[in-house]
């Protein structure tokens, strides 16, 4: 346990693993196929879902009305299904910055952005970005001035947000793969804003 | 006055982000996969899982990795729904190590 960027060989909770699979298999409540199509499922769940929904909303003004009223149907639209999950989109502008954070554990939209990093559910994010935004988006490299507002979102097991940033100056006249091409992970939880070159 | 539980941490002092990550193992991922066939096919609900999680002591929740929490909270959760039994599990644990050597 001291070491948990290292991943032995077959530790006591690989063990638990490969021992409840096996055993769910022999009773019926899964199959190994069903396993194996779920994780190829979550490979294929990248950010790059996420900046698709953010480039179309910089291009598309209707669909951007459409994502911030009702976001888990605005996902659907580009076929992006959202299970059971209220999606709420929160847009970036020149007076407001979104952030997000769970603070109860790891609530995150991954269908959108797939798995979320280690840090997002540390304890030191989640204690600290709901009190001191500023000085944890400063860490980040992120400095927010100080005219601008700060919101903090707290997700939950129900519903998640999804930061709308802002479409940065000197990419007009981009199309929707480049302008995806530049929404990192990161912008769209509101610890890193696009940038371009 | 209800205190906090010790999973519930927003706004306590705490220490500086460290914007870590790893790419996640198989095993993690098939931990996750599991969570999300049964949750999908009605046999657990995300609230179980969780309830698990927070129920866990304050030093297993600070030291295990979060599929080392999910693998435990999923177990337990079985085990309370009837859908596997601490015996069962016990015999396939010392199966699979054995099988292992």
């Known amino acids: 346990m001291s070491d948990r960027g290292t991943y032995q060989p077959f530790t006591y909770y690989q063990l638990m693993e490969t021992s409840l699979r096996e055993l769910l298999v022999e009773k019926g409540l899964v199959t190994d196929e069903q396993v194996n199509a779920e994780v190829a499922a979550m490979r294929a769940r990248q950010p790059e879902r996420g900046a698709r929904v953010v480039a179309k909303a910089w291009i598309d003004d209707a669909f951007r009305q459409r994502l911030l009223k009702n976001g888990t ?6 076929g992006l299904e959202i299970p059971a999950l209220r999606l709420v989109v929160v847009e970036n502008t020149p007076q407001v910055h979104n952030a997000i954070v769970c603070t109860l554990c790891s609530c995150y939209p991954r269908v959108l952005l797939g798995i979320p990093p280690d840090w997002y559910k540390s304890r030191n994010y989640r204690s600290r970005m709901v009190r001191e935004p500023r ?8 400095r927010i001035p100080e005219a601008v507002q700060i919101r903090v979102h707290d997700s939950t097991a129900d519903m998640r947000y999804l930061v709308l940033p802002m479409r940065p100056q000197g990419t007009e006249g981009w199309d929707e793969a480049r302008l995806a091409g530049i929404v990192t992970r990161d912008s769209m939880i509101g610890v890193a804003v696009p940038t371009i070159g | 006055m209800i205190q906090r539980g010790h999973h519930d941490m927003g706004g306590q002092p705490a220490g500086k982000v460290e914007p870590t ?3 996640y193992p198989e095993w993690e991922r098939r931990v996750d996969a599991m969570v999300q066939l049964l949750r999908g096919g009605g046999r657990i609900t ?6 698990n999680i ?3 002591p304050p030093d297993a929740y600070d030291k295990l990795s979060y599929y080392e929490k999910w693998i435990s909270s999923l177990t337990q959760t079985l085990i309370q729904r009837g859908l596997i039994t601490t015996e069962e599990l016990g015999r396939k644990m010392q199966e699979v190590e054995q099988r292992k050597r």
């Open chain 1, 135 to 142: 000085a944890v988006l400063a860490e980040f490299g992120l």
């Open chain 1, 73 to 78: 149907a605005a996902c659907e639209e580009l």
């Open chain 2, 46 to 51: 995300v609230d179980e899982l969780r309830k």
């Open chain 2, 21 to 23: 990550e790893h790419d």
């Open chain 2, 54 to 56: 927070e129920a866990l």
